[in-house]
């Protein structure tokens, strides 16, 4: 029989606010600005094609840096980094919103990612490193539901802000919530230990720090025009790179980031079901839209709304799915929310069956994704010591990026192939992928670490 978990101090409760504001603002720009790519284009007279760079490279940038999260926090402490961060985030967002040409616009995009980068895993890391074990559940549920939010309510709100003042404002919103944050760090967050000592893995730098970033341009690329010679060379070098980075860090005596730790019981699990519910979540993302407007008829409109449900589904299950897993341990939490996803997506194999249940569908879909994915990075942080929580935050955000880049290639992949003999048919070929992601991590959800016993505690 499981005990309560140890409550939480409204201390810890605001630094899970103060670095939740910082991951909604990051999450809210990775998916909003999507939208404002065709008036973006107009605006500027520019090919839709260029415009695309708005999105882009914003995820490449974010990519280039996230490796350098972790020993920058070593070096300059936590804290004086997701500060940095922010700040630096808040200032291209004002560029962002000034802008006067693409060209400007898209360094913005890039200045953007490059802190976002930083930011997200760093305030992770701030937070697991101020927690008890048994106090990260909740606490990672409050800031999963910040970052579920964000993509929840993107599509209404950017709507809402293109069609009533200007795509500008997507950018603007983040000014008051960034320098709140800010401004409540100096006096929430924790400083974090710094050491000059701390020698750059400038090898392991380059070999990832151009990997990743290829592996996301590749995928984005095959996203937007399919399988292309540009596209797939640079999704080739980058897993190359990255895979070269892997075998480099694993000989290393000081690596970037130290990839030992997948040696811990239960790591390498939370690590695999992170990357596989990015792969269902971002393949999702790219296949429901197409499958909603195309086979269903919905609007553009009423697409959005379904996929506002999928993401208040997440925003709704985290807060609770924190509690249990704090209580229960993160392998029966996970594993529920893995079967729920892989029921919910199973459903979608037959489209004639539903009717008109597709928003309970992708509600529950949404909560099986946070229910599944969640307690699998809190169990990431379980699995090593206060001292190695950067890294652990550095790895999970690298699996779940990689894995939602090749979840998307997957399904676009298998859409283009199989569209070629049945369009119908394609969609039953592409939610076949997500099913079998959806499995995947059941798989790995079964290997996480066992809940600590009383004694253990």
Same mark, same amino acid.
């Given at each position: ?52 760079? $708005?999105?882009?490279?914003?995820? $490449? ?30 200032? !291209? ?26 930011? $997200? ?124 980075? $892997? ?23 939370? %690590? ?57 341990? !993160?392998?029966? %939490? ?47 942080? %379980? ?75």
């Amino acid at each position: 029989m499981s005990s309560a978990p140890p409550t939480i101090s409204p201390r810890l409760w605001m630094v899970a606010a103060v670095t939740g504001c910082g991951a909604f603002i990051a999450m809210l720009d990775s998916t909003v600005a999507n939208l404002a790519i065709d008036a973006i284009s107009r605006e500027f007279g520019a090919p839709l094609e260029d415009a695309q760079w $708005v999105a882009t490279s914003y995820l $490449v940038a974010l990519a280039l840096s996230l490796p350098l999260s972790a020993w920058l926090s070593r070096r300059f402490g936590s804290r004086r980094v997701w500060v940095a961060a922010l700040l630096t985030f808040v200032a !291209a967002s004002i560029w962002c919103a000034l802008s006067r040409d693409m060209a400007t616009l898209t360094v913005a995009r890039c200045l953007q990612g490059l802190s976002a980068g930083l930011m $997200v895993p760093t305030g992770q890391a701030i937070l697991s490193e101020a927690a008890n074990r048994q106090q990260l559940g909740r606490l990672m549920g409050t800031v999963g539901f910040a970052v579920a939010l964000g993509p929840a309510l993107g599509p209404g709100l950017g709507g809402v802000l293109i069609d009533g003042l200007s795509w500008r404002w997507l950018f603007w919103i983040n000014v008051p919530v960034g320098i709140g944050a800010a401004f409540a760090a100096k006096y929430v967050l924790p400083l974090g230990e710094a050491s000059s000592a701390d020698r750059l893995d400038t090898t392991g730098l380059i070999l990832i720090g151009l990997g990743l970033p290829l592996v996301l341009f590749g995928s984005a690329g095959i996203g937007e025009s399919g399988l292309t010679l540009s596209s797939t060379s640079s999704l080739a070098a980058g897993m190359a790179l990255t895979m070269a980075f $892997v075998i480099h860090a694993r000989r290393s005596q000081a690596p970037l980031i130290d990839i030992r730790l997948f040696r811990r019981a239960g790591f390498a699990a939370a %690590v695999g079901t992170a990357g596989l519910t990015g792969a269902a979540m971002y393949g999702g993302l790219l296949l429901i839209p197409l499958f909603l407007q195309d086979s269903l008829h919905l609007s553009a409109t009423d697409a959005g709304l379904m996929l506002f449900m999928m993401g208040m589904g997440a925003a709704v299950v985290l807060p609770m799915a924190g509690n249990v897993t704090d209580r229960y341990g !993160a392998l029966a %939490v996970s594993l529920i929310g893995s079967a729920i996803l892989l029921l919910s997506t199973t459903a979608f194999l037959w489209p004639s069956m539903l009717s008109l249940a597709w928003a309970p569908l992708l509600f529950a879909r949404g909560g099986g994704l946070a229910l599944a994915q969640m307690p699998a990075m809190t169990a990431a942080y %379980v699995a090593v010591g206060k001292n190695e929580t950067g890294d652990a935050a550095t790895i999970v955000n690298i699996a779940q990026r990689i894995g939602g880049a090749l979840g998307a290639i997957t399904t676009v992949v298998v859409l283009e192939k199989a569209a070629k003999a049945d369009n119908q048919l394609a969609y039953g070929w592409g939610f076949a992928v997500l099913v079998t992601f959806a499995a995947g991590s059941m798989v790995t959800s079964m290997l996480l670490k066992r809940p600590l016993t009383q004694s253990e505690r």
